[in-house]
């Protein structure tokens, strides 16, 4: 039985806000997954979107804290992975639109 699901674990994520875009990484489609079990372990596979983000530390650092924040939460595993490659058309539809994306 997991502690929290999945739409539980981005709602916390979503707090977390992509400063070259100034949207959220859930809106923005990077977050992939995000899993815990009834032990307080959280996994988040998420993406960036591209390699060579300065922010690449800073991001993975902020998404551990937003879920280190919710109640009985012991362990945060982010991984970064490159597979699916994000692209904007991931991203919900408001943020396309913001961004001048149809």
Do not use: R
């Given at each position: 039985?997991?502690?929290?699901?999945?739409?539980e674990?981005?709602?916390?994520?979503?707090?977390?806000?992509?400063?070259?875009?100034?949207?959220?990484?859930?809106?923005?489609?990077?977050?992939?997954?995000?899993?815990?079990?009834?032990?307080?372990?959280?996994?988040v596979?998420?993406?960036?979107?591209?390699?060579?983000?300065?922010?690449?530390?800073?991001?993975?650092?902020?998404?551990?804290?937003?879920?280190?924040?919710?109640?009985?939460?012991?362990?945060?595993?982010?991984?970064?992975?490159?597979?699916p490659?994000?692209?904007?058309?991931?991203?919900?539809?408001?943020?396309?639109?913001?961004?001048?994306?149809?």
């Amino acid at each position: 039985m997991a502690m929290y699901s999945k739409e539980e674990l981005f709602l916390a994520i979503s707090t977390v806000i992509d400063p070259e875009v100034g949207f959220n990484l859930v809106e923005m489609g990077l977050i992939y997954d995000a899993v815990s079990d009834d032990e307080g372990s959280v996994k988040v596979t998420m993406t960036l979107s591209t390699k060579a983000c300065p922010m690449h530390q800073m991001i993975q650092q902020w998404v551990k804290e937003a879920v280190e924040k919710m109640a009985n939460i012991k362990e945060v595993e982010v991984e970064v992975v490159w597979e699916p490659v994000w692209n904007i058309t991931m991203a919900d539809e408001h943020v396309k639109n913001a961004l001048g994306v149809s």
